[in-house]
T-cell receptor
């Protein structure tokens, strides 16, 4: 299967610890997105990469959060000094920039997510 | 203001009947795209259908169609002939800033659809 994969699928950590999540996008996709989803809500955009460049960051992405995509392939999302409010599902999605500029039909394919619980 | 509003937290529909899930959006950008995703209990988001702001016709994909009313800023999803496997959360989403090649996506809070046998 060549879909988006995320690792780990589940993470339990204690408040104050650092955690790192990995996302492997679909291989030919040049765009990669991170979202956070809390229970009963839709995904909230965190950041996105075009190849290795981080082009957009949400205000939700505090100084404790950092994301990288060093070679334009896989990406990591690190949360430092975790807080209980960080407990959520972290979703990764990838897409291929549309051949027709401005059409907007750039479908994002989502991974299964990493569920984080901060105790 | 909310960018995407889904006013139906939960919906029930009888198997084989059609159902409409509501979505309204807010943007001042003339260039935008609208999406619907399905999220089963397993958690993975599945793309269903897309509508561009300049598209003249309503999008259709199999049993899914999008009722796009631009002046009312609504993009309702219609599922025809509901199946038990359609039971899931459904999210409406919008991509803004197409002219500038932005990539900010906004999702609504979702509608939980239950299909009854």
């Amino acid at each position: 299967d060549t879909g988006v994969s995320q690792d780990p699928r589940h993470k339990i950590t204690k408040r104050g610890q650092n955690v790192t999540f990995r996302c492997d996008p679909i291989s030919e996709h040049n765009r990669l997105y991170w979202y956070r989803q809390t229970l009963g809500q839709g995904p909230e955009f965190l950041t996105y990469f075009q190849n290795e460049a981080q082009l957009e960051k949400s205000r939700l992405l505090s100084d404790r959060f950092s994301a990288e995509r060093p070679k334009g392939s896989f990406s990591t999302l690190e949360i430092q000094r975790t807080e209980q409010g960080d407990s959520a599902m972290y979703l990764c999605a990838s897409s291929l920039e549309g051949r027709l500029s401005g059409t907007g039909q750039e479908t994002q394919y989502f991974g299964p997510g990493t569920r984080l619980l901060v105790l | 203001a909310q960018k995407i509003t889904q006013t139906q937290p939960g919906m029930f529909v009888q198997e084989k009947e059609a159902v409409t899930l509501d979505c309204t959006y807010d943007t001042s950008d003339p260039s935008y795209g609208l999406f619907w995703y399905k999220q089963p209990s397993s958690g993975e988001m599945i793309f269903l259908i897309y509508q561009g702001s300049y598209d003249q016709q309503n999008a259709t994909e199999g049993r899914y169609s999008l009722n796009f009313q631009k002046a009312r800023k609504s993009a309702n999803l219609v599922i025809s002939a509901s199946q038990l496997g359609d039971s899931a959360m459904y999210f409406c989403a919008m991509r803004e800033g197409l002219r500038y090649n932005f990539n900010k996506f906004y999702f609504g809070s979702g509608t939980k659809l239950n299909v009854k046998p």
